[in-house]
């Protein structure tokens, strides 16, 4: 808990290392999200006072390292079903 609301982020934890490449440069890139997701991760935002792109880099990088080294995953969405 952080000031009465749930952090879904230990912002504290990843301000410190926020993904940048190594040499220092940010690529910009773009997604197209369901609308209930951009909610959830604007909402993620708003609780934890930072931008709706820091969290969606902060879950990128979770999900990086979380599977690191580990090239073929089950990506594929259901069949009939999108993401």
Do not use: C, K
């Given at each position: 808990m952080?000031?009465?609301t ?5 912002v504290?934890?990843?301000m ?5 490449a ?5 690529i910009r890139?773009?997604?197209?999200l ?18 709706a792109?820091?969290v969606?880099?902060?879950a ?10 580990q090239?073929n995953l089950p ?6 079903k999108?993401f």
């Open positions: 952080h000031n009465g749930t952090n879904y982020f230990p504290e934890d990843f410190a290392r926020t993904p940048i190594p040499d220092g440069r940010r890139t773009s997604v197209v369901p609308e209930d997701t951009h909610l959830q991760i604007q909402a993620m935002a708003d609780a934890n006072q930072v931008s792109a820091w969606i880099r902060m990128v990088q979770r999900f990086l390292e979380d599977n690191q080294g090239l990506l594929r969405p259901p069949y009939g999108e």
